[in-house]
């Protein structure tokens, strides 16, 4: 027997699912992660008993935070072996809502994607925009940065997460702040203080921990998201120059949403096209 019930969102075309008949299969779907949007996801399709959602974190983090439902934590071995991965877990659907800044691992799902013919749901939140007051200067990746800070600023506050700091191992003339959540495991600068911290970050205490520390230049990606925009306000306010390390080119040659609705929205409609619920109804 099949049971029908609304499942629509505020703002989206009510569509009425059919709950899997009793011994039906649910559509299992591996969740690439390691960001707040992805936990995000995992939360709101932990109960839809139409799904089996596996979340994959790279396990950067020694204490990440574990989302809800299943989750694998390690890489996969290359294209090879997430396509393998796909293949033997009977995986239907992949949503990739890993870091605009990881690449590796988007590229690798796409191809794998390809290959398998499975679909590919892709996430990419939206950059921060300059605002008028900003003062940023943009470069391509982090060796630009690093050679921009060797040449102008005294103290920074460097937010770059620990992949990369090593760019900056041989910046002597300058002071840092590091802000990692775990300890980096690459070459620092000489004059460096870490501060071992989790965002989400406040408006109120980025404003205390660049005055305290009298910082007159901050490094950060364009990672977009609320989490860590603190900051950029912050140096806006205090009219602190930002080196703004862009996004590398685009992950994704498929189309992207850039926002958890349309990924949610994206899957219910794969879900009906694989024959998981029922025809949209009339909004
Ligand atoms: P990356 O360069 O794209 O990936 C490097 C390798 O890590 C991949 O080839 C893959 O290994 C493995 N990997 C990455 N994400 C994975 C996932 N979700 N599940 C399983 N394996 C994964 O990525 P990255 O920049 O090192 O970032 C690693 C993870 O941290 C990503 O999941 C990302 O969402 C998160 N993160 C990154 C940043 C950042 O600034 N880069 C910031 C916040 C969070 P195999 O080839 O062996 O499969």
């Given at each position: 027997m099949t049971k029908l019930c609304p499942i629509g969102t505020k703002g989206y075309r009510k569509i009425i699912a059919i709950e899997p008949a009793s011994g039906s299969v649910p559509l299992r779907v591996l969740l690439l992660g390691g960001t707040s949007e992805a936990s995000e996801i995992a939360r709101r399709?932990?109960?839809?008993?139409?799904?089996?959602?596996?979340s994959s974190l790279a396990g950067r983090v020694n204490q990440p935070r574990i989302p809800a439902g299943p989750v694998r934590i390690g890489g996969f071995g290359g294209v090879d072996g997430l396509?393998?991965?796909?293949k033997e877990g009977k995986i239907r659907a992949v949503i990739d809502a890993t870091h605009p800044f990881a690449s590796r691992i988007s590229a690798n799902a796409e191809t794998a994607c390809k290959q398998l013919g499975v679909p590919l749901i892709a996430f990419a939140r939206a950059p921060w925009a300059k605002h008028e007051a900003?003062?940023?200067?943009a470069v391509p990746d982090t060796e630009r940065a690093a050679a921009y800070i060797a040449k102008t600023a005294s103290r920074v506050f460097l937010a770059i997460g620990r992949q990369q700091l090593d760019a900056f191992a041989s910046c002597n003339n300058a002071w840092f702040l590091i802000r990692a959540i775990d300890p980096p495991d690459v070459s620092l600068p000489a004059n460096t203080k870490l501060l071992l911290e989790r965002g989400p970050f406040l408006l109120?205490?980025?404003?205390?921990?660049?005055?305290?520390?009298a910082i007159d230049c901050v490094v950060s990606k364009n990672s977009g998201g609320p989490a860590t925009y603190a900051k950029i306000e912050a140096?806006?306010?205090?009219?602190?120059p930002v080196v703004m390390v862009d996004r590398p080119p685009r992950k994704h040659t498929v189309a992207t949403v850039d926002s958890i609705n349309g990924v949610l929205s994206n899957l219910s409609r794969l879900q009906f096209q694989l024959g998981a619920i029922q025809e949209p109804c009339a909004p």
């Open positions: 399709l932990a109960d839809d008993d139409g799904l089996r959602v596996l396509t393998a991965f796909l900003d003062h940023w200067h109120e205490d980025e404003l205390g921990l660049l005055r305290d520390h140096a806006r306010l205090l009219r602190i």
